[in-house]
């Protein structure tokens, strides 16, 4: 396939995820990004699952039957390298469940996963600091790390599923800018998003009395809307040159 | 140089097994006392991110400047040279023409900086980082300077990297990416607490700061908690852990 040299690494794999999903003539999704992980990463299988609140998560998309398997059981279980990633807010990276430490660590899980034919799981979560919208989980039937490159690759398709899962989670009070905002042709960049972007989504916190998510959708919704950077605007916000509102301006761009 | 602080700071950056140990605080020690002990005025930390871009992990101060500086070098600048080549990276005199890295030199001037160097924060083969440390007057930093800064970031890795083996093995992978993760609540909880109490970044920071270390907990877990209070109010209620 042709080498699109041009751009960040992160540009190109949101690339292949829109490439699939045009292909398959429908907007880019978590499926899209399972599908792509499986050949950027070089694994067996993957799935995505979606937090829900207070309630337990679920499974949003999986490449393979096998990978559904290993996602419920994760779930039912309750251990599990998705589990833990729950807790530590950082991936975890088991290449050999059959080493001894993951054998202690998930006694139940690596068993059944064993009968399954998996020897590697690689669990990452779908966070943006405090915002925690799931987990992605990769396998493989043979064990063995990821390399460095295939590392990067599945850091940037977990951004792009953790953006993808934080549009679809997007609210039904009719604030349909912030459904969708910032992904439609865009690569979600979140690795290069600037301090000012935090600040500015713990700002709108109070600003605009909501929670953390919903104040990272509303500052992406607010830009993409205004057709600027979103840095930029996280800049005017930090400055305090710029506030948002609750009761958002219906036609806030007629006076722009 | 103050040799007793020198000590101190080996100790302290030594000490990575206490139970509030926290490692964005952590490398915040190393900017602090980097400033402290060596002719610089700024030092930062920045990570290598395998999506393939350096993070700022740490700074001894919020300016802006400094932070456009490290965006910069994701394209040009010391920084990203000694984190390819695993070397030290000397610009003496940001001033001068002939600019290795024109672009980076023009914003390091703005921002008050004539020099900085960059010290690679290297695992066996890997380097996992580097610490920069900006001067607002020319010249370079010194051998004994330069050795004592790259001692600071040798023993910084191995607490950086060590922090959690107390609990279970993991890979330095895993570990960055946490510590880069605790940035990001770090930074939200900055934000929410700087419009609660019309605060500029750095105080909120500090507070955050004082706060964990009086009471003992993770800087990490204090911001968390913090954002995720459905008030404003600070301190927030105390951890759920």
């Given at each position: 396939m042709g080498a699109q040299v041009t751009g960040s690494r992160g540009e190109t794999v949101?690339?292949?995820?829109?490439?699939?999903?045009?292909?398959?003539?429908?907007?880019?999704?978590?499926?899209?990004?399972?599908?792509?992980?499986?050949?950027?990463?070089?694994v067996t299988g993957t799935w995505v699952t979606a937090a829900s609140g207070g309630a337990a998560d679920f499974v949003m998309a999986v490449s393979d039957p096998v990978s559904e398997q290993l996602a419920e059981l994760q779930l039912t279980l309750g251990e599990g390298p998705c589990h833990d990633i729950v807790a530590a807010a950082a991936p975890v990276l088991a290449g050999d469940l059959g080493d001894d430490e993951s054998g202690r660590r998930w006694p139940a899980f690596t068993e059944a996963a064993?009968?399954?034919?998996?020897?590697?799981?690689?669990?990452?979560?779908?966070?943006?600091?405090?915002?925690?919208?799931?987990?992605?989980?990769?396998?493989?039937?043979?064990?063995?790390?990821?390399?460095?490159?295939?590392?990067?690759?599945?850091?940037?398709?977990a951004d792009t599923a953790t953006m993808l899962l934080l549009d679809g989670a997007g609210?039904?009070?009719?604030?349909?800018?912030?459904?969708?905002?910032?992904?439609d042709g865009q690569a979600p960049d979140l690795a290069?998003?600037?301090?000012?972007?935090?600040?500015?989504?713990?700002?709108?916190?109070?600003?605009?009395?909501?929670?953390?998510?919903?104040?990272?959708?509303?500052?992406?919704?607010?830009?993409?809307?205004?057709?600027?950077?979103?840095?930029?605007?996280?800049?005017?916000?930090?400055?305090?040159?710029?506030?948002?509102?609750?009761?958002?301006?219906?036609?806030?761009?007629?006076?722009? | 140089m103050d040799s007793e602080l020198l000590s101190d700071t080996f100790v302290d950056l030594a000490d990575t097994m206490v139970a509030d140990f926290d490692v964005i605080d952590f490398l915040h020690l190393l900017t602090d006392r980097s400033v402290a002990l060596l002719s610089a005025s700024a030092a930062g930390v920045v990570l290598a991110d395998p999506r393939g871009q350096l993070r700022v992990a740490a700074a001894s101060s919020q300016a802006a400047g400094l932070m456009e500086l490290f965006q910069i070098q994701n394209d040009q600048g010391p920084c990203l040279d000694c984190f390819r080549t695993g070397q030290p990276v000397t610009a003496a005199d940001l001033t001068g023409p002939d600019q290795q890295w024109p672009r980076f030199a023009a914003a390091a001037i703005t921002a008050g900086f004539r020099a900085v160097e960059a010290v690679p924060m290297r695992l066996r083969d890997e380097v996992i980082g580097a610490l920069n440390l900006f001067r607002a007057g020319p010249g370079p930093l010194g051998p004994a300077e330069l050795r004592i800064g790259q001692a600071l970031a040798d023993v910084a890795t191995i607490g950086l990297l060590q922090e959690r083996n107390v609990r279970r093995s993991e890979t330095a992978a895993e570990q960055l990416q946490a510590a880069l993760n605790s940035r990001v609540i770090i930074e939200q909880a900055k934000g929410k607490l700087a419009e609660r109490l019309g605060l500029d970044m750095d105080r909120a920071f500090s507070l955050l700061r004082e706060y964990a270390r009086n009471s003992h907990q993770r800087l990490t877990d204090v911001a968390r908690n913090f954002v995720d209070s459905a008030t404003g109010d600070f301190p927030p209620p105390a951890s759920r852990h």
């Open positions: 949101w690339g292949l995820v829109a490439e699939h999903a045009a292909a398959q003539d429908r907007r880019p999704s978590v499926a899209d990004v399972c599908t792509v992980t499986v050949s950027c990463a070089q064993g009968r399954l034919g998996v020897c590697a799981v690689f669990a990452f979560p779908l966070t943006i600091g405090v915002i925690r919208t799931g987990a992605m989980g990769l396998y493989r039937s043979s064990p063995g790390p990821l390399t460095r490159a295939q590392l990067g690759d599945s850091l940037l398709l609210h039904s009070d009719g604030d349909g800018a912030a459904n969708g905002a910032g992904l290069a998003h600037r301090a000012e972007v935090d600040q500015a989504t713990g700002m709108l916190t109070l600003q605009l009395g909501v929670p953390t998510a919903e104040a990272f959708a509303r500052l992406r919704a607010y830009a993409y809307a205004q057709d600027r950077r979103l840095a930029d605007v996280a800049g005017d916000i930090v400055a305090r040159r710029l506030r948002l509102h609750p009761d958002p301006d219906p036609a806030p761009d007629g006076r722009a | -």
